[in-house]
């Protein structure tokens, strides 16, 4: 958009979206982009499947750099700190304010994000008085991956290789697809870094994705998470 369709979109539009994703290792068979691939096409469907509930959303370019510390002994990981990153999202959102938004919905695709965002959003909030909402997408997808995968589909396992394989298929090392060698679990203890946890970074077996199952999942979240949208905006 140029400034002035940007003028008029963030005018029209019912919630102001950014997808937010991250830059960090995602085992030995996905790429490093798969939270931000995510991002993007996962926040597409629900733009495209917006007016279907009476909404307009306005999307912004998906921020590809999240907190991603616990990844950090894995090469390729990019991190932002944590306060820095909770700065980043009230900066979107203030600049967001100050082109008419009215309604800033942050759609989330990386775990280590939720705790910098629940933060900044309450900010924005409380200090800004910008009506803020938060959507971390496989929290509306959990019972369907659950009842396929079972509970250890975590980080680069069944489901995030799924979400690949149906969105860019060509970025998959299938034959690097193996299943995951898991080191320790804890129930109390905090971790520092993924690698406590894992050998080869991920979770789960990737080798039982299910692409084509992703496709219902797709379609069944994007429907979820607009009817809380319209149901909240009512």
């Not at 100050?98 to 800033?104: A, D, E, Q, S, V």
């Amino acid at each position: 958009m140029t400034w002035q369709e940007a003028e008029t979109a963030f005018d029209e539009a019912d919630f102001v979206v950014l997808p937010c994703g991250a830059t960090e290792q995602h085992s030995t068979h996905l790429p490093t982009s798969v939270d931000s691939i995510r991002a993007e096409n996962l926040t597409a469907e629900l733009a495209a499947a917006a007016p279907e509930h009476d909404l307009n959303l306005l999307v912004l370019p998906v921020l590809p750099y999240g907190y991603s510390e616990h990844h950090i002994n894995y090469a390729g990981t990019i991190s932002l700190g944590a306060d820095t990153y909770q700065e980043i999202i009230i900066d979107v959102g203030r600049s967001v304010q100050r082109h008419g938004g009215t309604r800033f919905l942050v759609a989330n695709f990386h775990g280590g994000n939720i705790e910098p965002h629940k933060l900044a959003l309450d900010r924005l909030q409380r200090d800004h008085g910008l009506d803020s909402y938060y959507a971390h997408w496989t929290d509306f997808a959990r019972d369907q991956l659950e009842a396929r995968f079972g509970t250890e589909w975590g980080h680069a396992g069944e489901y995030e290789t799924s979400v690949i394989e149906h969105y860019r298929p060509d970025l998959v090392r299938g034959d690097r697809k193996t299943p995951q060698t898991k080191k320790n679990r804890y129930e109390v203890r905090q971790y520092a870094h993924f690698d406590d946890l894992t050998v080869e970074g991920g979770l789960g077996d990737p080798t039982q994705s299910d692409p084509e199952f992703l496709e219902e999942v797709i379609e069944a979240t994007t429907d979820r998470i607009l009817t809380h949208l319209r149901s909240e905006l009512e």
